[in-house]
């Protein structure tokens, strides 16, 4: 295979420069062509392609976002869409891409390897909701940058004597609220995979107000079922006790990549442009037990995924107010 592009769609991730910086410098280290596609699958579909130089992609691998920008694409859920993707690859003479992304994003690409290209899957997505892979690149940058609310937050609900209610994302999986309430001492983390009721939450507050406590703190995914604000005003009605619900937003996706995402970026982006080289089918590239494992593209999202219940057991004993 000569010629390449690379494309990040779907939510922005930090991490998914470093992929693109990878995936250029290997693919032209390889004697190949490489393209940039801006703005996914939208930049596809409108011809939007840009041979990348070595140069192209100097001084990026610190930065978040990406320098290809990202949309979300309603036009490529259309097959007539599909079919008129792949024959825009086929007019630049673009045999396989990479797609950096989540899960939508792989579907997307799934839907043009169907049209007769070679797609690879690199995990870009912060929510950490490919359950083919370990984690996903930018997945350890949101767990720390709410790990730094968290630090702050818990001050302010320290001063004020108040129980405090963070929304994080994810969507429907509660990994960056499990993760980052495990490592930040939440008293409570609620997540889309446990059941868990506005009077357990009110017990849980109050147990802790018993020992002393001067504040609570509950972290909640955004795919919980109930609302933050609606949960604050009656866990301050049952408790006695100020609450605010915070909601961080988008704040969760910026920021300078970790040490961890810049790696899985890397190699993630790496190995799909060998694969590429190779004339390899449609893979997912991910990490499984610290190994750089590659998948069916098709089956990759297939994978069930796998709560971690023991680590949410672990957070029900630390958090108990005794």
């Known amino acids: 295979m ?18 693109v910086r990878a995936a250029v410098r290997c693919g032209i280290e390889k004697g190949m062509e490489v393209y940039g596609i801006k703005r996914g699958y939208e930049g596809l579909l409108d011809g939007e392609i840009v041979n990348m130089e070595w140069h192209s992609v100097g001084d990026i691998l610190q930065r978040g976002g990406t320098i290809l920008r990202t949309a979300r694409s309603t036009r490529f859920m259309e097959d007539r869409w599909v079919e008129h ?23 997307g690409g799934l839907d043009l390897s169907e049209k007769g ?50 929304e994080v994302m994810g969507r429907n999986c509660g990994d960056l609220a499990l993760y980052s309430g495990l490592s ?10 446990v059941e868990c009721d506005i009077n357990e939450i009110c017990r ?41 619900a915070v909601v961080p937003g988008y704040i969760q996706r910026g920021g300078s990549p970790t040490e961890k995402d810049r790696r899985l970026a890397t190699v993630t982006a790496a190995k799909a442009v060998e694969l590429l080289y190779n004339d390899s089918s449609s893979k997912a590239i991910g990490v499984s037990r610290g190994e750089l494992i590659e998948m069916d593209l098709a089956d990759a999202l297939k994978v069930e995924p796998v709560f971690r219940s023991d680590l949410y057991e672990l957070t029900n004993v630390l958090g108990k107010g005794r």
């Open 85 to 107: 993707g792949a024959r825009m690859l086929n007019a630049f003479g673009i045999e396989g891409i990479i797609v950096v992304g989540g899960d939508g994003s792989f579907r």
């Open 117 to 166: 290209i070679s797609v690879m899957g690199v995990p870009g997505t912060i929510d950490n909701d490919l359950a083919y892979t370990d984690y996903t690149i930018g997945f350890d940058t949101a767990v720390n940058t709410i790990l730094g609310l968290i630090t702050n937050i818990r001050d302010t609900s320290s001063s004020h004597e108040r129980s405090t209610i963070m």
């Open 184 to 193: 930040g001492g939440a008293d409570v983390i609620l997540v889309p995979e």
């Open 2 to 19: 000569k010629k390449i592009g690379i494309l990040t769609s779907g939510g922005d991730a930090p991490g998914m420069n470093a992929a």
């Open 204 to 244: 849980k507050v109050l147990q802790g107000q018993a020992t002393g406590k001067a504040h609570s703190l509950i972290v909640k995914a955004e795919g919980f079922k109930m609302d933050s604000n609606e949960m604050a005003r009656t866990l301050e009605e049952m408790t006695g006790r100020e609450a605010r």
